[in-house]
């Protein structure tokens, strides 16, 4: 079962929200190669606010995804795309629908 989460709040500099767009997009491929990660999403929610919500089966999973190179290519990048420091939020999926 899913047990583990993150959400990362994003917020582009003025100027470089199709960039963080972009930067998103192209990180899925990354995503598709980390077997712990049970689901991915990148999503928008208005011209600057941009989120990661991604899912694990446990512990194991989530701390592969934090060490791997999505977020190594986000932290790299986040002083010349971002307004502020992602703030990464870790949490317990209570429930899921899944299709696996």
Do not use: C, Y
């Not at 598709?32 to 990148?42: C, K, R, S």
């Not at 977020?71 to 899944?98: G, H, Y």
Request: glycine letters at 4%.
């Amino acid at each position: 079962m899913t047990s583990k989460a993150l959400f990362v709040e994003l917020h582009a500099k003025s100027g470089r929200e199709e960039d963080v767009a972009a930067f998103l997009k192209s990180a899925q491929s990354l995503v598709d190669a980390e077997p712990g990660t049970v689901t991915w999403f990148a999503v928008r929610f208005d011209k600057s606010t941009f989120a990661i919500f991604d899912a694990f089966d446990g512990d194991e999973g989530r701390d592969a995804h934090l060490n791997g190179k999505v977020a190594a290519a986000l932290m790299a990048n986040a002083a010349e795309l971002l307004a502020s420091t992602p703030q990464i939020r870790k949490a317990d999926v209570l429930a899921d629908k899944l299709s696996r």
